[in-house]
């Protein structure tokens, strides 16, 4: 069965400080991996994407990496700040007969104080 | 066209009342699809649309569902004789066929009671 599963389910930490958000899957056949932000009550937004081939990924302060043996991406945020409290969602893609299926993990919600 | 748009942003209804949300893709985007998540949880997958065609619906869309994209471009969701556990946000993503990534509207909070 294809899941992706995310820890920890949540995350409070504080302004400044780093945290690593951890996404395991057991998907088949793997197309890519892709993060997502999702701000309360908005929609997901996409922070990076990574394709079977590349282990590390960069988006400013977001950080992704991909281990395509263990089924294993981290998200690493550096330098926290106030507006990267939000959901962070993992959606890994699998390619079926053309088509692109999502799975998505649950989220970590991440809280940082000031 | 700035990106994927969702109305409404919010809809309160009765239990039993029917609700109806509007989905308009990216334009130039020829597949779309339609996302439940409840709070605290992932989306999860409802339906997709190539063009006009319905092409894959999920275990969720009860008889009481129904999604139509008449002439390929926006999409509707209807939801009949709704229910408390419909309550969730509504999602509505488009894509290029042949490229991974899908672009997220805002969603459309439903709130039954």
């Known amino acids: 069965k294809n899941q992706v599963e995310q820890s920890p389910q949540s995350l409070i930490i504080l302004e400044g400080k780093n945290c690593t958000l951890q996404c395991n899957y057991t998907v088949s056949p793997f197309s890519n991996l892709r993060w997502y932000k999702q701000d309360t009550g908005r929609g997901p937004v996409s922070l990076t994407i990574?394709?079977?081939?590349?282990n590390t990924k960069s988006n400013g302060r977001y950080t992704a990496t991909l281990d395509a043996d263990t089924k294993q991406s981290s998200l690493h945020i550096t330098a926290s700040q106030l507006s990267d409290s939000a959901s962070y969602i993992c959606v890994v893609s699998a390619s079926v007969a053309g088509t692109y299926k999502y799975i998505f993990g649950t989220g970590t919600r991440l809280k940082v104080l000031a | 066209d700035t990106g994927v748009s969702q109305n409404p942003r919010h809809k309160i209804t009765k239990r039993g009342q029917n609700v109806t949300f509007r989905c308009d893709p990216i334009s130039e985007h020829n597949r779309l699809y339609w996302y439940r998540q409840t709070l605290g949880q992932g989306p999860e997958f409802l339906t997709y649309f190539q063009n006009e065609a319905q092409l894959e619906k999920s275990r969720l869309l009860s008889d009481r569902f129904s999604a139509e994209r008449p002439k390929g471009s926006f999409s509707t969701l209807e939801i009949q004789r709704t229910e408390q556990g419909d309550s969730a946000m509504y999602l509505c993503?488009?894509?290029?066929?042949?490229?991974?990534?899908?672009?997220f509207g805002q969603g459309t909070r439903l709130t039954v009671v």
């Open positions: 993503a488009s894509s290029l066929k042949g490229q991974t990534e899908a672009f």
């Open positions: 990574m394709t079977f081939s590349e």
